[in-house]
Structures are given as structure tokens and as C-alpha cells.
């Protein structure tokens, strides 16, 4: 059921961290093989639901009933991760990528997991170039500028800057990454340490707001969350906000405090370039990360 | 894939090799009286067939062509197996279409940047009041109202018009006649009588009349209205399921409709397979259901597919009212309206699929919505399937016959062979294997004539007709009578 190119990469990486091996006292060959089947057709199911989720048409509305049925299989299959202990691993192993900001051989076996699309699996779903620079439709976000706070000052979203961490929300999902190339593909698993690229622009954050406002966001004009900043919100006083829907929607079970978007401006200016701190802050950092970039992209 | 002229379309839509996106029949009603049917299509555009109730004096020549313009295999054949084959009757009751008119146009949203797609969601029909018909047609936003209405007469001899109705010069008049009515050839008129717009934020799905005659509801993803047929500027809001945290949304409305004598009890279905009826003197908004019928899952069958199988694509009142049927993915359930707990009936339709979900989750065929069906006597039910198959249910044997819709296979007054898949065992002559079953090949959209056993089926941009060659009448036919 799940693509082939999948099955191989597998057998050539060592042990598999997500084998669930906490349930599994005296874990058998068949055991384990089979326990990791089961989550390796897991990961392939998240991968399929998140690039479905991300290419809609952005001509008419997307069908709002198939994506929130996309959206609930997306957060299920991440709570039986969260649960499976899987989740745990994935983060760490990012989280320490990215503070060493370099990478160790244990680590690219944790990503290599992680980093599941093959050019098997390219070849076989049809991904559209994904448009990086938000433009059809969405018109009104290379307004948004960002001026001042930490030095971080974007106005347009280049489509060749290469996607240089792995992007916060579900801390995996390379697929996107294909955007950037095939050829860069393998390196970039052992660059998704983030090497300095914090502030990059990221396809697949861009690729975020768009789904966000596909999936959940076009429907409403939200207003933006109460801040904590005067002159921050007067700033945004005219983003519109429903692009932090799919990631928090999707993220769901995640424990990690949710920041608002000004709160993610301030603690971004006070980090600048330098690698985040602690494995457990991590994954909220990635998500203020992915916050900022659509503030900064305009959504 | 270009856009045709109105005028090929009839004649020709069977010769073309290609389907054209916007000959996709995207819905199907029939009427209670007159015998009329419409369907409407991707392109926005309505066509209504009429029944024709004369007996045959049709010269053979028309008879050819009405059997070119939609493959017409007149006979049905009940659950029973195969049927031999009856030669030609000549009998009346083929279709013929009446009249097509373009109900909607693409339109745009200037407030988001999107296209309004001009599909047709859905078309009811209204219970005739007088000679002329009525129906709804609906498109992702705005549902309007069509007066279908015959004229036969016209009046002539005006004073100050000419007969192209140009104004006559004065002076050329030197005596005053009385305009009469003169028959003319039939005329079909089709005019839009009212539009009911901006009542929706999300794409419509349903729409459904009241039994009182005066008002109807329609239902989008998240919030259901109801409006009164003379009145398009204003609409009550009766369900609203939206969070007011877009972020916490994980259920949609997938499926409306109003009890067929009970005009303040309607039901809705949801995307988690569970329904609600809501009775309208309870409150205004009815937010809070009256009864909320939901199955318990199964734990020993979960699966990541388990939501999506169990999203509710359909949802029919019988004619008695009595009970619900509803079609998910894999199967089609009954429930009686007294018991919440769980369907009195359960039909697999096409279980071999369950084995297939992720294939079918990653083509989107997983998301496909099948409409189902009751006979006019709810002893009967009937959805569709892939492979141009659909399937019948006998409720008091509880057994199902698959038949196809393809005309390769089936001839004008053909009968209707019962067709298997093959999932094991012995296999016979004729078994489709479960891996050349063509997914293209969709049976979404259908309808059963409200008295007469007569159904249609749609399958991509044929409609297909057919009906029950002993009797069209309601009681089930005796099958092995030889001649009609």
C-alpha cells in the first residue's frame, strides 16, 4: 500500500527509533518488523494527508468537508505518535539537530526516518511546483512588511531560498522539500539542523499560511489575538490572523505553550541568529518560528 | 475539452469520444405528478426530461431517436436474477427531454479571490400547485427558484404591433380587430422566478421543501438556513455548527433534509457519521437536537480510515416518514426514527473496498459522496457504486443485486443482467475481479420515481433510465409472466 521507494530507504537505515518498543518486552524480529511497518504505513499516511491538505486549488474554495476529514486523520495518526512515544523521539532528535546546528551520524539516522519522500514517492503523486511567493489569490500578502524588531526584514518571499529546517508543525515532512530540488533533497536532511537559517524563507511556511487559509482561513477574517504590545499590534493591526488555524489545528495535542505572533516577534529579536536553546522549548520555538515567517510572508 | 453550443448537446452527447467536464450530471429529482425529471450538471446548466404518458403511436423513426439521445434500456429487473429477454413492446413511457436551460453561471468572489464554481449541488423539485412547475436548483452559494411552465397559445391580431411585434406605423391601421389565442406549437418556458443569494458563507449541499408548501431549507457546511419560497432577502438560520474557534473544527454538515409530513422535524447528517433531528418549535436555532442517532464504533475494526468511512454522505426520509436512510462510504443503513442507539438495517455495498481504503484515500475516490435512494413503497433501497455498478437492497429479504449502468452493455429494452464481483470462491463467467473495477466509473447521483418503479441513474454525463418491464405499478413485479 505504501510506496516502494519507502520500504527501501527503510531497510538501508539502521534501527528503527519508532519501533514502539516500549510495548514490546522481548521484541522478535517479526515483532519489531512488523511493528515498524505499521508505523512506517503511518508515516506514509501522514505524509499523503499533509500534501493533500496543502494542494488545493486555490482558484475555487476548497471542499471544506474532505479537508477537515483530512485534518482528523492528520491529528490522529499524531496522537498515537504522541503516544507511541514516536513523537518524542522526532522532536528530540530535532531539537538536538538544531542546537548542535550541526549534525552527528545518530541524528541523520533520526531524520533519515523522518525524511520519507523519495523520488519514488515524487514520482508518483503529482506535487505542483508549490508557488512559494503567495501570489495568485493571495494578493494582499506581500504588503505585509515587517520593519525593525530583531533586524528581521523581509518583503517578498523568495521561491529558491531552500527550506533549512524542518518545518516546525509536525517536526517532520520533507516532503515539501522537494520544492527546493531533488538534488538538494539528501543533503538537505543533514542540513535540517537549521544552520543558521532561522530567518530563511521557508517554502513551507509559506506553503503553511496558504494551507491554513485553504483549509480554515479564507472562510474567516478572524480577529488578531489580543497582544500584549501596543505598537506590535498596530503594526499587524490589518494581517489577518486566520492563518494560524491549520497550525494549531494540526497540532492539536501539542503541549508546547502557544505563543501569539507578537510575543514571537519579541523573543525572536532578543535570539537573533544564535541556535535555540532547550530540547524542550524546541518544538514551541519551531513554532513560533513558523509563525513569524507567516506573519513576515503576509500569509 | 471545449464549451458546446446548447443545440449539440442533446443531439449529440453520444457520439463524442470525450466527456466534457460540463456534461457531468451532478444531480437528479423526479416529480410526484407529470412525470418530469431534471438533472443538472457541472456546467451550470438544468435539463428536464418528461415522461411520455400517450401510448405508442409513435412512428418508429422518433422512437430512434429518442433511444440516441439517452441509452434507454426500459426494463428493471428486481433482485431475482436474470430475466429473458422481452422483445419490443412499444410501450410508452420513455423520456424525452422537455427543456434545458443554463440555471447558473460561474461567478467570482471578490472578497476572497475565488471562483464560484456554476456545478448544480442539487435540484428538488416543488409539489405541484397548479399547471406550471417548480423546482430549486443550487450551485456552491445561490439557489434560485425555475417556473417550468407550457404555453401553447399565443395571441395574434394586436392593433398597434405587427406580428414580429414591431410597432405599427399609425396610419396603416383603419380598423380595429380583438386579439385572439391561437394554438401554436408547444412552447416550454423555463423563467427564473426568484434567486436566493448571499444566505451562505460555505458551499451549499443540500437543499430540501417543506411539506407545508411555503418553505424550504438549505444546508451548507456548517450552518443550515430556511427561507420562505416568496421571500429572498431574508432567511432564518436554524442550525449553526461553526466554532466560533475555526481551529477546533473537526465536524461538517454533509446532508439535510425536512420529514416528508412533519413540516417543523428536519434531519441532518454529519462528517462523523452521526444524524440529528431537530424539531423547529424547540427553539429558533436548533443547535441542540431533538435526537441524535449515532452507531458505536467499533473498537475492533478502527483504523485510520475509520472517520472518513463513516462521514454520512446522504440522508433520506422514507415516504412513510418512519425511517432514515443513510449511505457512507462503505455501506447504507437504516434507522428507525424511534431508536438512536443504531440502524435497524445495515447494507455493505462494496465491502470488498475495505482492504483498498488507502489506495482509495490517496486517489480521493475515499471522499466520494453517494446519494441513496428509496422506492416509492420504502421496501426498496438503492445506491450506487463504482464500475458504473449501483446496487439494491431488498429490505424484507435483505438481499442486494448489483446492476450496471453502461451502454456498452446494455441495449434500448435490453433487461438488466445482475452482475458480481469476484472476491473469492468459485468464480463465474462474468465476475469482475475487485483490481479492474474502474474508479472513474462513479454511480453518484440517482432517483426513484415516487410512485412508479421507474429510476435513473447517472453516470458521468449519461442519465439512464429505467423501469420495471412487468408493471410499472408499485407492487412488485411477477417476474416469469410472460408477455405485458
Same mark, same amino acid.
Given at each position: 500500500?505504501?510506496?516502494?521507494?519507502?520500504?527501501?530507504?527503510?531497510?538501508?537505515?539502521?534501527?528503527?527509533?519508532?519501533?514502539?518498543?516500549?510495548?514490546?518486552?522481548?521484541?522478535?524480529?517479526?515483532?519489531?518488523?512488523?511493528?515498524?511497518?505499521?508505523?512506517?504505513?503511518?508515516?506514509?499516511?501522514?505524509?499523503?494527508?499533509?500534501?493533500?491538505?496543502?494542494?488545493?486549488?486555490?482558484?475555487?474554495?476548497?471542499?471544506?468537508?474532505?479537508?477537515?476529514?483530512?485534518?482528523? $486523520?492528520?491529528?490522529?495518526?499524531?496522537?498515537?505518535?504522541?503516544?507511541?512515544?514516536?513523537?518524542?523521539?522526532?522532536?528530540?532528535?530535532?531539537?538536538?539537530?538544531?542546537?548542535?546546528?550541526?549534525?552527528?551520524?545518530?541524528?541523520?539516522?533520526?531524520?533519515?526516518?523522518?525524511?520519507?519522500?523519495?523520488?519514488?514517492?515524487?514520482?508518483?503523486?503529482?506535487?505542483?511546483?508549490?508557488?512559494?511567493?503567495?501570489?495568485?489569490?493571495?494578493?494582499?500578502?506581500?504588503?505585509?512588511?515587517?520593519?525593525?524588531?530583531?533586524?528581521?526584514?523581509?518583503? $517578498?518571499?523568495?521561491?529558491?531560498?531552500?527550506?533549512?529546517?524542518?518545518?516546525?508543525?509536525?517536526?517532520?515532512?520533507?516532503?515539501?522539500?522537494?520544492?527546493?530540488?531533488?538534488?538538494?533533497?539528501?543533503?538537505?536532511?543533514?542540513?535540517?539542523?537549521?544552520?543558521?537559517?532561522?530567518?530563511?524563507?521557508?517554502?513551507?511556511?509559506?506553503?503553511?499560511?496558504?494551507?491554513?487559509?485553504?483549509?480554515?482561513? $479564507?472562510?474567516?477574517?478572524?480577529?488578531?489575538?489580543?497582544?500584549?504590545?501596543?505598537?506590535?499590534?498596530?503594526?499587524?493591526?490589518?494581517?489577518?490572523?486566520?492563518?494560524?488555524?491549520?497550525? $494549531?489545528?494540526?497540532?492539536?495535542?501539542?503541549?508546547?505553550?502557544?505563543?501569539?505572533?507578537?510575543?514571537?516577534?519579541?523573543?525572536?529579536?532578543?535570539?537573533?541568529?544564535?541556535?535555540?536553546?532547550?530540547?524542550?522549548?524546541?518544538?514551541?520555538?519551531?513554532?513560533?518560528?513558523?509563525?513569524?515567517?507567516?506573519?513576515?510572508?503576509?500569509? | 475539452?471545449?464549451?458546446?453550443?446548447?443545440?449539440?448537446?442533446?443531439?449529440?452527447?453520444?457520439?463524442?469520444?470525450?466527456?466534457?467536464?460540463?456534461?457531468?450530471?451532478?444531480?437528479?429529482?423526479?416529480?410526484?405528478?407529470?412525470?418530469?425529471?431534471?438533472?443538472?450538471?457541472?456546467?451550470?446548466?438544468?435539463?428536464?426530461?418528461?415522461?411520455?404518458?400517450?401510448?405508442?403511436?409513435?412512428?418508429?423513426?422518433?422512437?430512434?431517436?429518442?433511444?440516441?439521445?439517452?441509452?434507454?434500456?426500459?426494463?428493471?429487473?428486481?433482485?431475482?436474477?436474470?430475466?429473458?429477454?422481452?422483445?419490443?413492446?412499444?410501450?410508452?413511457?420513455?423520456?424525452?427531454?422537455?427543456?434545458?436551460?443554463?440555471?447558473?453561471?460561474?461567478?467570482?468572489?471578490?472578497?476572497?479571490?475565488?471562483?464560484?464554481?456554476?456545478?448544480?449541488?442539487?435540484?428538488?423539485?416543488?409539489?405541484?400547485?397548479?399547471?406550471?412547475?417548480?423546482?430549486?436548483?443550487?450551485?456552491?452559494?445561490?439557489?434560485?427558484?425555475?417556473?417550468?411552465?407550457?404555453?401553447?397559445?399565443?395571441?395574434?391580431?394586436?392593433?398597434?404591433?405587427?406580428?414580429?411585434?414591431?410597432?405599427?406605423?399609425?396610419?396603416?391601421?383603419?380598423?380595429?380587430?380583438?386579439?385572439?389565442?391561437?394554438?401554436?406549437?408547444?412552447?416550454?418556458?423555463?423563467?427564473?422566478?426568484?434567486?436566493?443569494?448571499?444566505?451562505?458563507?460555505?458551499?451549499?449541499?443540500?437543499?430540501?421543501?417543506?411539506?407545508?408548501?411555503?418553505?424550504?431549507?438549505?444546508?451548507?457546511?456548517?450552518?443550515?438556513?430556511?427561507?420562505?419560497?416568496?421571500?429572498?432577502?431574508?432567511?432564518?438560520?436554524?442550525?449553526?455548527?461553526?466554532?466560533?474557534?475555526?481551529?477546533?473544527?473537526?465536524?461538517?454538515?454533509?446532508?439535510?433534509?425536512?420529514?416528508?409530513?412533519?413540516?417543523?422535524?428536519?434531519?441532518?447528517?454529519?462528517?462523523?457519521?452521526?444524524?440529528?433531528?431537530?424539531?423547529?418549535?424547540?427553539?429558533?436555532?436548533?443547535?441542540?437536537?431533538?435526537?441524535?442517532?449515532?452507531?458505536?464504533?467499533?473498537?475492533?475494526?478502527?483504523?485510520?480510515?475509520?472517520?472518513?468511512?463513516?462521514?454520512?454522505?446522504?440522508?433520506?426520509?422514507?415516504?412513510?416518514?418512519?425511517?432514515?436512510?443513510?449511505?457512507?462510504?462503505?455501506?447504507?443503513?437504516?434507522?428507525?426514527?424511534?431508536?438512536?442507539?443504531?440502524?435497524?438495517?445495515?447494507?455493505?455495498?462494496?465491502?470488498?473496498?475495505?482492504?483498498?481504503?488507502?489506495?482509495?484515500?490517496?486517489?480521493?475516490?475515499?471522499?466520494?459522496?453517494?446519494?441513496?435512494?428509496?422506492?416509492?413503497?420504502?421496501?426498496?433501497?438503492?445506491?450506487?457504486?463504482?464500475?458504473?455498478?449501483?446496487?439494491?437492497?431488498?429490505?424484507?429479504?435483505?438481499?442486494?443485486?448489483?446492476?450496471?449502468?453502461?451502454?456498452?452493455?446494455?441495449?434500448?429494452?435490453?433487461?438488466?443482467?445482475?452482475?458480481?464481483?469476484?472476491?473469492?470462491?468459485?468464480?463465474?463467467?462474468?465476475?469482475?475481479?475487485?483490481?479492474?473495477?474502474?474508479?472513474?466509473?462513479?454511480?453518484?447521483?440517482?432517483?426513484?420515481?415516487?410512485?412508479?418503479?421507474?429510476?435513473?441513474?447517472?453516470?458521468?454525463?449519461?442519465?439512464?433510465?429505467?423501469?420495471?418491464?412487468?408493471?410499472?405499478?408499485?407492487?412488485?413485479?411477477?417476474?416469469?409472466?410472460?408477455?405485458?
Amino acid at each position: 500500500m505504501f510506496p516502494k521507494g519507502t520500504k527501501r530507504k527503510f531497510s538501508d537505515s539502521g534501527d528503527e527509533p519508532a519501533a514502539g518498543g516500549e510495548d514490546v518486552n522481548q521484541p522478535s524480529s517479526v515483532a519489531v518488523r512488523m511493528l515498524s511497518s505499521y508505523s512506517l504505513q503511518r508515516q506514509s499516511l501522514l505524509d499523503m494527508s499533509l500534501i493533500k491538505l496543502q494542494l488545493c486549488h486555490m482558484l475555487v474554495e476548497p471542499n471544506l468537508c474532505r479537508s477537515v476529514l483530512i485534518a482528523n $486523520t492528520v491529528r490522529q495518526i499524531q496522537e498515537e505518535m504522541t503516544q507511541d512515544g514516536t513523537w518524542q523521539i522526532m522532536t528530540q532528535a530535532l531539537s538536538a539537530a538544531n542546537a548542535a546546528a550541526q549534525c552527528s551520524a545518530d541524528r541523520l539516522v533520526a531524520t533519515e526516518v523522518l525524511c520519507r519522500q523519495t523520488e519514488a514517492t515524487q514520482g508518483e503523486q503529482v506535487l505542483k511546483p508549490f508557488p512559494a511567493v503567495g501570489s495568485e489569490g493571495c494578493p494582499a500578502e506581500e504588503e505585509v512588511v515587517v520593519e525593525g524588531e530583531g533586524g528581521v526584514t523581509m518583503s $517578498t518571499v523568495s521561491p529558491q531560498a531552500p527550506t533549512s529546517y524542518l518545518p516546525g508543525t509536525f517536526g517532520m515532512d520533507p516532503c515539501w522539500e522537494e520544492e527546493n530540488g531533488e538534488d538538494e533533497e539528501e543533503d538537505e536532511d543533514s542540513e535540517e539542523c537549521g544552520s543558521g537559517s532561522e530567518e530563511g524563507d521557508s517554502d513551507r511556511l509559506v506553503e503553511d499560511s496558504r494551507t491554513a487559509e485553504q483549509v480554515f482561513g $479564507t472562510f474567516e477574517i478572524k480577529n488578531p489575538a489580543p497582544s500584549p504590545d501596543p505598537a506590535l499590534e498596530e503594526l499587524f493591526s490589518d494581517v489577518d490572523a486566520s492563518y494560524y488555524d491549520l497550525d $494549531t489545528v494540526l497540532t492539536g495535542m501539542q503541549s508546547a505553550p502557544k505563543m501569539g505572533p507578537y510575543d514571537l516577534l519579541e523573543s525572536l529579536s532578543s535570539h537573533g541568529p544564535s541556535p535555540l536553546s532547550s530540547s524542550t522549548s524546541c518544538r514551541s520555538d519551531l513554532n513560533e518560528l513558523d509563525h513569524i515567517m507567516e506573519i513576515i510572508v503576509g500569509s | 475539452m471545449g464549451e458546446d453550443t446548447e443545440s449539440s448537446k442533446g443531439n449529440h452527447s453520444f457520439l463524442r469520444d470525450y466527456v466534457t467536464e460540463a456534461d457531468v450530471i451532478s444531480t437528479v429529482d423526479s416529480t410526484t405528478q407529470e412525470n418530469l425529471l431534471a438533472t443538472g450538471d457541472k456546467g451550470g446548466r438544468v435539463v428536464v426530461f418528461q415522461r411520455e404518458t400517450v401510448s405508442s403511436l409513435l412512428p418508429p423513426t422518433s422512437s430512434h431517436l429518442l433511444s440516441s439521445l439517452l441509452p434507454l434500456p426500459p426494463l428493471l429487473s428486481q433482485p431475482k436474477g436474470e430475466l429473458d429477454q422481452v422483445g419490443e413492446t412499444g410501450e410508452s413511457g420513455e423520456y424525452n427531454v422537455y427543456s434545458t436551460f443554463q440555471s447558473h453561471e460561474p461567478d467570482f468572489d471578490y472578497l476572497k479571490s475565488l471562483e464560484i464554481e456554476e456545478k448544480i449541488n442539487k435540484i428538488r423539485w416543488l409539489p405541484q400547485q397548479n399547471a406550471a412547475h417548480f423546482l430549486l436548483s443550487t450551485n456552491d452559494k445561490t439557489i434560485k427558484l425555475w417556473k417550468v411552465s407550457e404555453r401553447d397559445k399565443q395571441p395574434e391580431g394586436y392593433n398597434l404591433k405587427d406580428e414580429e411585434g414591431r410597432v405599427k406605423d399609425i396610419s396603416t391601421v383603419t380598423s380595429l380587430q380583438v386579439p385572439v389565442l391561437r394554438p401554436t406549437d408547444l412552447m416550454v418556458e423555463v423563467r427564473p422566478r426568484r434567486v436566493f443569494s448571499n444566505g451562505h458563507t460555505y458551499h451549499v449541499n443540500s437543499i430540501s421543501v417543506n411539506s407545508d408548501g411555503e418553505t424550504y431549507l438549505s444546508a451548507d457546511d456548517l450552518r443550515i438556513n430556511m427561507w420562505h419560497l416568496g421571500i429572498t432577502d431574508r432567511s432564518f438560520n436554524i442550525v449553526d455548527i461553526k466554532p466560533a474557534n475555526m481551529e477546533e473544527l473537526t465536524e461538517v454538515i454533509t446532508a439535510a433534509e425536512f420529514h416528508p409530513h412533519h413540516c417543523h422535524l428536519f434531519v441532518y447528517s454529519s462528517s462523523k457519521g452521526s444524524l440529528r433531528l431537530c424539531d423547529m418549535r424547540a427553539s429558533a436555532l436548533c443547535d441542540r437536537h431533538t435526537k441524535l442517532f449515532e452507531e458505536p464504533e467499533d473498537p475492533g475494526s478502527r483504523s485510520f480510515f475509520s472517520e472518513i468511512v463513516s462521514s454520512v454522505s446522504d440522508v433520506k426520509f422514507s415516504h412513510n416518514g418512519r425511517y432514515l436512510l443513510t449511505r457512507d462510504y462503505l455501506t447504507a443503513k437504516v434507522w428507525d426514527l424511534h431508536m438512536e442507539k443504531g440502524p435497524v438495517e445495515t447494507y455493505q455495498v462494496h465491502d470488498y473496498l475495505r482492504t483498498k481504503l488507502c489506495s482509495l484515500y490517496e486517489n480521493d475516490c475515499i471522499f466520494d459522496k453517494f446519494e441513496c435512494v428509496w422506492n416509492s413503497s420504502d421496501s426498496v433501497i438503492m445506491t450506487g457504486a463504482y464500475n458504473s455498478f449501483f446496487r439494491m437492497f431488498d429490505r424484507e429479504t435483505g438481499r442486494g443485486v448489483t446492476l450496471e449502468a453502461w451502454r456498452e452493455t446494455s441495449k434500448p429494452r435490453a433487461v438488466l443482467r445482475t452482475r458480481r464481483i469476484y472476491t473469492g470462491g468459485k468464480r463465474r463467467r462474468g465476475d469482475v475481479g475487485v483490481d479492474s473495477l474502474d474508479f472513474t466509473k462513479k454511480i453518484l447521483h440517482m432517483a426513484w420515481h415516487p410512485e412508479e418503479n421507474i429510476i435513473a441513474i447517472a453516470s458521468t454525463n449519461n442519465l439512464y433510465i429505467f423501469q420495471d418491464r412487468v408493471s410499472p405499478d408499485t407492487q412488485g413485479p411477477d417476474l416469469g409472466s410472460d408477455t405485458i
